[in-house]
């Protein structure tokens, strides 16, 4: 065997088992999980919705309550 046939022998070894090591040591996820990831951290930044907003607003609690000496 010449040393350029060992050297490529031994570099296709390495490479297979640096490939066996990755996909074993990677994590399982189903291929929609970060599109649902996403879609959560969206939701979570999203503006409140009309309902929210409503409801904040007619809160009896709106003009009570302290303000400060400045005004």
Do not use: Y
């Not at 040393?3 to 040591?25: K, Q």
């Not at 919705?49 to 400045?70: F, M």
Request: charged content about 20%; hydrophobic content about 45%.
């Amino acid at each position: 065997m010449t040393p350029l046939a060992f050297l490529a022998l031994a570099a296709l070894i390495t490479l297979i088992g640096v490939l066996l090591i990755a996909l074993s040591g990677r994590k399982r996820t189903p291929w929609h999980a970060s599109i649902d990831d996403f879609r959560q951290r969206l939701d979570a930044l999203a503006p409140p919705t009309n309902d929210a907003v409503r409801a904040a607003d007619s809160d009896g609690s709106r003009g009570e309550g302290r303000t400060s000496a400045g005004t």
